[in-house]
């Protein structure tokens, strides 16, 4: 019997902490000043190597404790092992840094059959990662910006208010007396993440524990193409004040606006906001995460169709909450410019798909984009389940509720090579653009099945589909509307 997706996740989550651990150990080990951040192929690869066989005793020690033990007692030490693996993930992760980190925040909302304990670890690092000392940020600022935090702004909190994979934010004053979050990155991470993705095995034998039998290729191109873009702070601060700029004034989304005169290729200052985090949101009502999950569902669509532009990582950690729906978007070093070809291809295969239920010129489409190059060779009836799955929200113009059995099968139709779609996952040939959806796909519905979002995504998705702009369906959709009438550049 093969292992249960909680089991494979459990073991996957902790080999990606024991083979992060390797930073915190070598460091107490030879009791020297670290660097801010593990770099180099070889020096990472040799510890995954060293933690790695320290994962599988941990593992054998709970597998034999538990051979004789009764089902209460098999529970307790599941558990135990459970929670000792999550403080591994959260120490080893959050040190390591760079593309392994960013594997394990992916994690933490992907799929919701990890064990709570890894998962609530692991959704620490989304901004709550280990910081760098507050001596290797002053050199960081003073290096880009030409003087101290404390000489360059008039106030500065030496606590981070946030630590992820790439870099932390930091609060400040400017002298004109404005609030800012300054986003500094760690050093060496460039050359982390560099290594990382230069180390393929790495991630591939990560994500293969991770999910037996996926085909990580996809996964780890998307981060080998996009990672080093984020890298370049000018890039991610040109992306942000595009949105910043086509939101303004808008009734629920806001993005706030970077500012140039404090910004760098490793310093990004904006706008701070306060609000809300996502675990916050999660102990309000029902109908206020309902609200903010049709925020966040416009915002990634609507981006998609009227921006061309996608902000590719939706995750958790990226959303600041303000009640009433209203909801700040933070971190857009990754950003997907799609080309007017691609925004073709999805208004018809939603056209093709959905509209017209078209299945033979569904199926021309997917040939002809290169989607999958040979559909006759495949069961037609598979092929039509597998596409509508991913549809499946937007097929009945109804009410529908996210839920974690949702996002997980869509984990699974894009990844599990030996399910029952395995043999169309593996025809599959898919370009950059639908690489990219994917990852919409899979992060958005993750974010709102953790939300239990209930909305008519139907009527909500044919408001923002340019082909079909139906009249608004819900408050919010009026609100928006309206401002439209007063920013008509803006998307809907």
Same mark, same amino acid.
């Given at each position: ?5 909680? !089991? *494979?996740?459990?073991? /996957?989550? +902790? ?5 992060? &651990?390797? =930073?915190?150990? @070598? $460091? #107490? ?23 790695? !066989? *320290?994962?599988?005793? /941990?593992? +054998? ?5 538990? &051979?004789? =033990?009764?089902? @209460? $007692? #098999? ?28 594997? /394990? ?13 890894? $998962? ?373």
């Amino acid at each position: 019997m093969s292992p249960s997706p909680r !089991s *494979r996740l459990a073991a /996957g989550a +902790a080999l990606l902490g024991v083979v992060a &651990a390797a =930073a915190t150990l @070598e $460091r #107490r080990r030879r009791r020297e000043s670290p660097p801010a951040v593990l770099s180099g192929r070889a020096t990472r690869t040799a510890e995954l190597a060293r933690l790695g !066989s *320290r994962a599988g005793v /941990g593992l +054998a020690v709970n597998t034999a404790r538990s &051979a004789f =033990a009764s089902e @209460e $007692r #098999r529970a307790e030490l599941r558990s135990d092992y459970e929670l000792r693996t999550a403080a591994q993930v959260v120490e080893s992760l959050g040190h390591m840094k760079g593309a392994v980190m960013k594997l /394990g925040q992916m994690a933490s909302y992907l799929d919701q059959g990890l064990p709570e304990p890894v $998962r609530e670890a692991l959704a620490q690092l989304r901004t709550a990662a280990p910081p760098m000392a507050p001596e290797l940020v002053e050199q960081v600022v003073e290096a880009e910006l030409g003087g101290s935090p404390r000489s360059v702004f008039a106030s500065w909190s030496e606590h981070p208010v946030a630590a992820a994979s790439i870099g932390q934010v930091h609060r400040a004053t400017t002298h004109d007396g404005r609030e800012v979050a300054v986003k500094v990155q760690y050093p060496g991470v460039d050359d982390a993440i560099r290594a990382d993705l230069d180390n393929s095995d790495l991630l591939f034998g990560a994500l293969g524990m991770l999910f037996p039998g996926l085909d990580p290729k996809p996964l780890v191109e998307e981060l080998r193409a996009r990672l080093v873009e984020e890298l370049d702070y000018r890039v991610e601060a040109a992306n942000q004040r595009r949105f910043a700029l086509e939101y303004d004034g808008h009734p629920t989304i806001h993005v706030p606006m970077p500012l140039e005169e404090w910004s760098t290729a490793r310093v990004l200052t904006t706008e701070f906001v306060e609000g809300a985090t996502f675990e916050q949101l999660q102990t309000w009502s029902q109908e206020e995460r309902d609200l903010a999950a049709e925020t966040i569902y416009r915002f990634v669509f609507g981006g998609v169709y009227d921006l061309g532009v996608f902000n590719g990582d939706p995750h958790p950690g990226n959303y600041v909450f303000h009640g009433n729906g209203r909801v700040t978007f933070l971190d857009f070093g990754l950003c997907k410019v799609f080309t007017t070809e691609e925004v073709e291809w999805f208004k018809r295969m939603t056209t093709t798909a959905i509209l017209d239920d078209d299945r033979e010129a569904f199926f021309r489409l997917v040939e002809e984009i290169g989607l999958i190059p040979n559909v006759a060779a495949l069961d037609a009836d598979l092929v039509m389940e597998y596409f509508h799955h991913f549809y499946e929200l937007v097929l009945r113009d109804e009410p529908m509720t996210v839920t974690s059995e949702y996002a997980a099968e869509s984990l699974r139709r894009f990844f599990d090579l030996n399910g029952p779609y395995g043999d169309i996952i593996k025809a599959a040939n898919l370009p950059p653009a639908m690489v990219i959806i994917q990852r919409i796909n899979l992060g958005v519905f993750s974010v709102l099945a953790e939300l239990g979002a209930t909305r008519n995504w139907r009527a909500i998705a044919e408001e923002l589909w340019p082909f079909v702009a139906r009249e608004p369906t819900t408050p919010m959709g009026h609100d928006i509307a309206a401002w439209r009438m007063t920013h008509p550049r803006g998307p809907r």
